[in-house]
């Protein structure tokens, strides 16, 4: 079973300081991750996409992939309130994608 | 960016009835899947498709039927539905190259 494993939170930081999110996989051959942000009652949207090594950079969102360590990690700078929401991350696997069950974050104003 | 449209935003019916749930995109993509979700839990896959007349069952078992007939269409049909299937379903479509999976605005299903 191809796993994602994601710490469920929630995870509370104050407006202003960095939220960082962490996912392990199982699949040593993944290739590609994606993070997805939910609102409540909303569904999934695509908000960083990473295919290699190292860090990707877009805005306040930063996502990191160590294939070694099998661990994908997004970081938001500068939290404000409006990015409260889960996270869930996601890879291909041999498609469909592989979800995790998400990290819910909230960011204290 | 796709474009994924689901038909009703919400619904709201009586046991025993039969629903389909639309969903329908724009961008020409082969694999199109649906997923529950129930409010606060995970997402859970119970149909998709790769083609025209494929389709698969999910990780989630469902007493729900969907059909690809058309490569933009790809509805699910609750023959009977009961309060057991009250849930917001999601339907999303990916793209060929990179596997990115954008998603439908969803349908809240409330079967009283």
């Known amino acids: 079973q191809k796993e994602v494993e994601q710490n469920s939170g929630p995870l509370s930081v104050p407006e202003g300081a960095i939220a960082s999110l962490n996912c392990t996989y199982s699949d040593r051959g993944s290739q590609s991750f994606f993070w997805y942000r939910q609102y409540s009652g909303k569904s999934p949207e695509l908000i960083m996409s990473i295919y290699s090594n190292g860090d990707k950079e877009d805005g306040r969102f930063t996502a990191q992939l160590n294939k070694a360590s099998q661990y994908v990690s997004l970081l938001i700078r500068d939290s404000q309130p409006s990015d409260s929401a889960t996270y869930l991350c996601?890879?291909?696997?041999?498609?469909?994608?592989?979800f995790g069950k998400g990290t819910r974050l909230s960011v204290i104003a | 960016e796709a474009d994924i449209y689901q038909t009703p935003r919400y619904l709201v019916i009586g046991t025993g009835k039969k629903i389909t749930l639309e969903c329908s995109q724009t961008m020409g993509h082969d694999k199109m899947y649906w997923y529950q979700q129930d409010p606060g839990m995970e997402l859970h896959l119970i149909h998709y498709?790769?083609?025209?007349?494929?389709?698969e069952k999910g990780d989630l078992s469902s007493e729900s039927t969907v059909s690809r007939i058309r490569t933009e269409h790809f509805p699910l049909t609750l023959e009977s539905a009961r309060p057991s299937h009250t849930s917001q379903y999601l339907c999303?479509?990916?793209?060929?190259?990179?596997?990115?999976?954008?998603f439908g605005p969803g349908t809240r299903l409330t079967v009283l």
């Open positions: 999303a479509s990916t793209t060929g190259g990179q596997n990115e999976q954008f």
């Open positions: 498709s790769y083609g025209v007349n494929s389709t």
């Open positions: 996601a890879h291909p696997g041999n498609t469909p994608l592989v």
